[in-house]
């Protein structure tokens, strides 16, 4: 019996690739890094997430990705807003139930 080799990348190249589809990371003028495209504000580890209607900016910390509830926030952001617009990655809930659940997620 052969062995077949899954064509799914790995958790965390699919991740890879969200962000790098995330506007916000490619951008290369005033506040980002001219080598990578990334911003010079978020330390290494981190990315950056809007929230809410009024956008707020977050800086995150990489190991939420790994976390089923965060994921979940992940994919609503997808159904809403997609992955390939100019707006940065934009998560579609209320900023005190993403504080909430990101500090329970950090601890």
Same mark, same amino acid.
């Given at each position: 019996?052969?062995?077949? =080799?899954?064509? =799914?990348?790995?958790? +965390?190249?699919?991740?890879?690739?969200? #962000?790098?589809?995330?506007?916000? @990371? !490619?951008? =290369?003028?005033? !506040?980002?890094?001219?080598?990578? &495209? @990334?911003? *010079?504000? *978020?330390?290494? &580890?981190?990315?950056?997430?809007?929230? &809410? /209607?009024?956008?707020?900016?977050?800086? *995150?910390? $990489?190991? #939420?990705?790994?976390?089923?509830?965060?994921?979940? @926030?992940?994919?609503?952001? /997808?159904?809403?807003? &997609?992955?390939?617009? /100019?707006? !940065? @990655?934009?998560?579609?809930?209320?900023?005190?139930?993403?504080?909430? #659940? +990101?500090?329970? #997620? $950090?601890?």
């Amino acid at each position: 019996m052969a062995i077949r =080799k899954s064509n =799914k990348l790995p958790q +965390t190249a699919v991740i890879k690739q969200i #962000l790098k589809r995330c506007s916000s @990371l !490619g951008r =290369k003028n005033n !506040g980002y890094d001219d080598e990578d &495209g @990334l911003p *010079v504000d *978020v330390p290494k &580890g981190h990315f950056v997430v809007y929230v &809410g /209607e009024n956008r707020t900016r977050y800086i *995150v910390p $990489i190991s #939420l990705l790994s976390h089923p509830r965060f994921q979940c @926030l992940l994919r609503q952001a /997808e159904e809403e807003f &997609g992955f390939d617009h /100019e707006m !940065g @990655l934009t998560i579609p809930c209320d900023e005190d139930v993403f504080r909430s #659940l +990101t500090s329970s #997620l $950090i601890r």
